[in-house]
T-cell receptor
Framework: ETGVTQSPTHLIKTRGQQVTLRCSSQSGHNTVSWYQQALGQGPQFIFQYYREEENGRGNFPPRFSGLQFPNYSSELNVNALELDDSALYLC?????????????FGPGTRLTVT | DQQVKQNSPSLSVQEGRISILNCDYTNSMFDYFLWYKKYPAEGPTFLISISSIKDKNEDGRFTVFLNKSAKHLSLHIVPSQPGDSAVYFCAASEMTGSARQLTFGSGTQLTVLP
């Protein structure tokens, strides 16, 4: 069984640019969530996708957007990057959004905005 | 406002002794609580969980206790091993709309000394 994978591992961008991060869910999982983990903090919920639709969102502005594809892989897009967007971005998958509370995390993408 | 708090940024324990990690929460809508372990350069790994209707759950060396009236939970590791050295995150789960969301504490760095 393949776990959650994310790409790229590291990324450096300039303020104002746009970035796309990618995630492949664990086999059999149809729900994916994205989290932002700033240095010294716990992960913060950005949004969740279930069957290609966004079904929940945390306290993040609209310049954070996402997609989920029919094979349940997912993308996180961030427009107009700001210095505070520098963080570890984690993707987590789970079998179903309502009844399953356990989420399984990928290794993350470290984004640095200069 | 932090809904999940881990007030101890770090904890050092001798190998073979008990490690106790604590977590407090404020939101009464949380219905499951989870502990994750995180090594550097890896995503959080699920350890153990507990439903809000229970007060104890045990899995091998790991036991989680929930005191719902005090809105407090703790993770006990007995006996502690050097391989347990990692950052431990407490997380609480709730349904927000159609999404099951995790809210994390800021983590506790556990160091088990040989």
């Amino acid at each position: 069984e393949t776990g959650v994978t994310q790409s790229p591992t590291h990324l450096i961008k300039t303020r104002g640019q746009q970035v796309t991060l990618r995630c492949s869910s664990q086999s059999g999982h149809n729900t994916v969530s994205w989290y932002q983990q700033a240095l010294g903090q716990g992960p913060q919920f950005i949004f969740q996708y279930y069957r290609e639709e966004e079904n929940g969102r945390g306290n993040f502005p609209p310049r954070f957007s996402g997609l989920q594809f029919p094979n349940y892989s997912s993308e996180l897009n961030v427009n107009a990057l700001e210095l505070d967007d520098s963080a570890l971005y984690l993707c987590a998958s789970s079998p179903q959004s309502r009844s399953t509370y356990e989420q399984y995390f990928g290794p993350g993408t470290r984004l640095t905005v200069t | 406002d932090q809904q999940v708090k881990q007030n101890s940024p770090s904890l050092s324990v001798q190998e073979g002794r008990i490690s106790i990690l604590n977590c407090d929460y404020t939101n009464s809508m949380f219905d499951y609580f989870l502990w994750y372990k995180k090594y550097p350069a890896e995503g959080p790994t699920f350890l153990i969980s507990i439903s809000s209707i229970k007060d104890k759950n045990e899995d091998g060396r790991f036991t989680v206790f929930l005191n719902k009236s005090a809105k407090h939970l703790s993770l006990h590791i007995v006996p502690s091993q050097p391989g347990d050295s990692a950052v431990y995150f407490c997380a609480a789960s709730e349904m927000t709309g159609s999404a099951r969301q995790l809210t994390f504490g800021s983590g506790t760095q556990l160091t088990v000394l040989p």
